[in-house]
């Protein structure tokens, strides 16, 4: 079901993201941080992919994004995420996407 309450038979996206986290703005849209490819999507309301904001060959590298904040009066994106490709139990950087 997507936010308007509509069922949705299928979804286009292809892939399930079993470690993602997600941020919500107030048109629905839906932003995805996937852990297991190392970028950060945005989906539209029904789901649908809309675009790819960063991904593994962006410039800047968000490996191991674990949280995102979505501030929508400055069009904002926050990305929790390590600074370095191997695993680090801890994230320790904060990365702005500006969306406008």
């Given at each position: 079901m997507d936010c308007k309450g509509r069922v949705l038979v299928s979804a286009t996206v292809s892939e399930v993201w079993p470690s993602s986290y997600l941020a919500v703005d107030r048109?629905?849209?839906?932003?995805?941080?996937?852990?297991?490819?190392?970028?950060?999507v945005l989906l539209s309301c029904d789901l649908r992919l809309e675009r790819i904001l960063?991904?593994?060959?962006?410039e800047v590298k968000l490996w191991?994004?674990?949280q995102l904040s979505y501030n929508e009066r400055k069009s904002q994106l926050y990305v929790v995420h390590g600074s370095e490709p191997h695993f680090h139990p801890f994230p320790d950087t904060i990365t702005l996407l500006?969306?406008?």
């Open positions: 048109e629905c849209n839906v932003f995805v941080a996937d852990v297991m490819h190392q970028r950060v960063t991904d593994k060959d962006a191991q994004p674990v500006s969306l406008r």
